[in-house]
């Protein structure tokens, strides 16, 4: 079973920043693309970015380009989401999932496996 576990959640004032991880417990995490996703109360689960099985492509929500930066580490079967300048509609529980292949959606329904979500919350 892959069980993707998010830390490095909490509470930010805008301007500020954050560094989420999603890491997985499996041998062939560096075959799975990674995407982070997010949720705030009242709203639909949101794409906000995705990242390659081998890193080297990388995609972006337009509400978090250029503020946000996603990357990862197999050897540390990690993927990183750097989140800067952090605004109050950042504010969401943001989810990472996995999805075995070559292909890196921006489609929630096409990941497989996902974590239980870390809590983000931006002040004003």
């Known amino acids: 079973q892959v069980q993707p576990v998010e830390s490095g959640g909490g509470l930010v004032q805008a301007g500020g920043s954050l560094r989420l991880s999603c890491a997985a417990s499996i041998r062939t995490f560096g075959t799975y693309a990674v995407g982070w996703f997010r949720q705030a109360p009242g709203k639909e689960r949101e794409f906000v970015a995705a990242i390659s099985w081998s890193g080297g492509s990388t995609y972006y929500a337009d509400s978090v380009k250029g503020r946000f930066t996603i990357s990862r580490d197999n050897a540390k079967n990690t993927v990183y989401l750097q989140m800067n300048s952090l605004k109050p509609e950042d504010t969401a529980v943001y989810y990472c999932?996995?999805?075995?292949?070559?292909?890196?959606?921006?489609?929630?329904?096409?990941?497989?496996?996902w974590g239980q979500g870390t809590q983000v919350t931006v002040s004003s």
């Open positions: 999932a996995l999805r075995s292949g070559i292909q890196t959606p921006k489609t929630s329904g096409s990941y497989d496996y």
